[in-house]
Structures are given as structure tokens and as C-alpha cells.
């Protein structure tokens, strides 16, 4: 697994209030999470969906733990459904995220498309990766120390 923490892009910055219509403070970090996947994602196998959803599940754990951790330090945070782009702690807003739209503008790797998906084209690991996103207002720097705490590694390049 690989993550890393940015500033928040333009875009997210800009749908903010279709984002995440409740925030009353703006969104200031990113957290982009990559996980390494046993198959190529585009492919629609049994296999697959179930390693997206095994995928998945993972994140939802490990961000509602970065999450909280962020809330009991006074700050916002809501992870986005990697299935749906839908925020899982706040009030669903008129926008839903696009995991692999974030992850390109955060780290600048290509994607391709698939039917109606895209996907990101990692330089190691092809398309057998699954990105996620979290948002806070709390600073990069905080965020970053909270993932590290959670996760137990640091934030490397992904």
C-alpha cells in the first residue's frame, strides 16, 4: 500500500460545496492511497470484483481510523466510496469524487479508459492498483502525521 498527502487541487477546491455541502471550512489536504491489486482492474472477472471489494473494505477501515483520529483533534475529515464517490461520514452532495481523476492531478500519472471507467496507469504496477481519497481541513502536515500514526508508515512517493 502507498499513500501521500497534497494540497488540494483546483477542481476539489472549486466543487467543495457539491463535494461536501455541510464542510463550513475548506477542504486543505488530500490523502491518496494506493493499493496494489492481485489482478489488472479493468478486467470484469468474479476474481477481480471480489479483490476490488476486498480493496475497498480495507480503505474504508483504515480512513474512517484516520478519520476519527482527525475529528478528535478538532478537525474535518470524510473519506470518499471508491465505488460510488460518494463522502461515507458527511451529507452526500450533488457531485460523487473521481478516485482516479484525484490521483492523476496529485501525482500525475496517466490513466486510461475502460468501458466507462478509467484507470490509473502506475509506472510499477500497470493497472493492478486501487486508488481511494480522503479529505480533512486539517494542514498537510497534520494529516500526514495522523496517516503515519494510523498506518504505521510513512508517506512515501507513490
Known sequence: MQ?????????????QSRLLPAWPQAIASVLVMLQPSQFALPERTLDTEQEKEKLRSHFLNQGRAIA????????LADLFDPRTGWP????RGTLPLDDVAVARAALGYSTD????CRVILHPHLGTAVYPSTLVSSAPVEALGAIAQQVLG???PQC
Open 88 to 91: 461515507i461520514l458527511s451529507a
Open 68 to 75: 476519527l483520529a482527525l475529528q478528535q483533534q478538532g478537525h
Open 153 to 155: 508508515i510513512a508517506a
Open 3 to 15: 499513500y501521500s498527502i497534497h494540497p488540494p487541487s483546483d477542481y476539489i477546491l472549486q466543487h
Open 113 to 116: 479508459r475502460c468501458g466507462n
